[in-house]
């Protein structure tokens, strides 16, 4: 497949069996210290013409029965609203079955959204939204310089979740370093507590392809500082939310819904990482 896509794909672990449909390349944002997962690419979007070129060489890589579709690169959501309409025609034009899709969002791309908007997606197929809340204290959202602010990210997902959209969220453990551990833990249990997402997901800061490892407070984060941040985030965590932490980066995959498999995750994290 590597000659219909640019560049190295990247998608959330619940889409690993869907149609990865291009419809950016690379991410709108791209500032994030944390992040290197489109470093190498410029970002653009796919214009009709191109998009449609794309979409008849995915069917020489996809089965024709195909249901679930992720529109790629990073947070697709950014283009305007008619546009991912009319891609995701174009891709049921060639895929009949499928009839649940789903991108990559954040706060800033969702604000670009009219109520309506949100509510035409949903209506036209959109099913989950996959927001990267990373840490819901703002001095870390900051430190990393992600462009959302707490109350943003809360705001922006509720009228997500208002518009019929499933939204999964996902936490980055290690973002606040050794020295903000405690504090990233609370807020960003207090935001997901706020939001009461579909879906919380849990991944561990890597550093390949970022300067973070130069910092001390990121070189000397262990798995005991892990583990007891994670501990945490689960212990303060009481909405209704289905929690994963299956992504490669942890240490140790956890799955369970919150508040309901507290006892039990806390008690896997203790002796899974003994």
Known sequence: MHDIYE???FRPPAEAASLIAQLTIGCPTNTCRF????????YRVRD???FARHCDDLVRAYPPDIARVFLADGDSLMVPVNHILSSMN??????????RFSSYSSAVSIKTKSDDDLRALKAAGMHTLYLGIESGEAATLTRMQKRSSPED???QSKRALAAGLRLSVTVIVGLGGVSRSHEHAVESARIVNAIVPTYTNMLVLMHRGTDLLSEADFAEYTTDHYRRE????????ECTTIFRANHASNYLPLEGRLPRDRERLVALLAHGLQ
């Open 7 to 9: 560049g190295t794909l």
């Open 35 to 42: 992040c290197a997962m489109y470093a190498g690419k410029q």
């Open 48 to 50: 009709e013409h191109a």
């Open 90 to 99: 174009a891709v049921r034009l060639r895929f009949p079955s499928a009839r």
């Open 153 to 155: 990210i809360v705001l």
């Open 230 to 237: 994670l501990s945490e985030f689960i212990a303060r965590v």
